[in-house]
């Protein structure tokens, strides 16, 4: 069973993986442009599964910003995480052993989260595990890739190749929506949040993670109490 459950993983994080590749190329050329070497900027997404947060990082060492200037951005862009940890910890047996936890928690990504928060039952340790073993080591990939080669590519390559992500999201939010209309709206609602949270001048002037972050509290929260989900009791 834990080795059907990885290999499902696998097959399911391949079209992740090769959206990571992609991206990790733009990531590689910014991290070029800090100053990295492949190798450095290679293992820091091969150690640091977050690219809005890599990106961050990556653009203040550039700008030569202080140590204590880049700890505070990326705890802020990545704050989201731990909402995201909390859901899937929702998600797992009770069973579920520690080390199979921690793990996990080391690649909390959107995709694989998207994927993994889209099982119906309970979610397989194994199965996740899969997603990361194939995602991971090409997001470190393309970040190297990017970093040795990427500004041998025309900027118009570089920019499409990041459009595969956005397929991959709407591949996870269509089949939940069209099952549950509850679903449906919050999705909606959060798009019309979001673009007008990104419009309004003076929101448009907080951080993208914060907004994305007080947006999921806000609108995840209505959501709970509007429509609460009833847990199924085992049968003594």
Wanted: aromatic residues 10%; glycine residues 8%; charged residues 10%.
């Amino acid at each position: 069973m834990k080795r059907k459950q990885f290999f499902r993983g696998v097959r399911t994080g391949i079209p992740i993986a090769l959206g990571y590749l992609a991206v990790g190329f733009t990531l590689g050329i910014t991290a070029k442009n800090a100053g990295l070497t492949a190798f450095q900027s290679g293992l820091t997404s091969l150690l640091v599964s977050a690219s809005a947060g890599q990106y961050a990082a990556f653009t203040m060492m550039a700008a030569q910003s202080g140590y204590l200037e880049i700890a505070i951005m990326e705890a802020v862009t990545n704050a989201r995480y731990i909402l995201m940890s909390c859901a899937l910890s929702q998600k797992l047996p009770e069973s579920t052993k520690t080390w199979h936890r921690l793990t996990m928690g080391f690649a909390v990504t959107d995709e694989i989260f998207g994927m993994a928060i889209a099982e119906e039952d309970k979610l397989n340790p194994y199965y996740y595990f899969g997603m990361m073993a194939i995602a991971v080591p090409l997001w470190a990939l393309g970040t190297f890739l990017g970093t040795s080669v990427g500004n041998v590519l025309p900027g118009s390559v570089v920019s499409a190749l990041s459009v595969g992500l956005y397929g991959m999201f709407l591949a996870v939010i269509i089949p939940a929506s069209k099952k549950n209309k509850i679903i449906l709206g919050v999705v909606v609602v959060s798009m019309a949040a979001s673009f007008a949270l990104e419009v309004i001048p003076w929101f448009a002037a907080i951080a993208s993670g914060t907004r994305t972050i007080l947006l999921t509290v806000v609108i995840a929260s209505a959501a709970a109490v509007l429509f609460p989900v009833k847990e199924e009791t085992a049968d003594a």
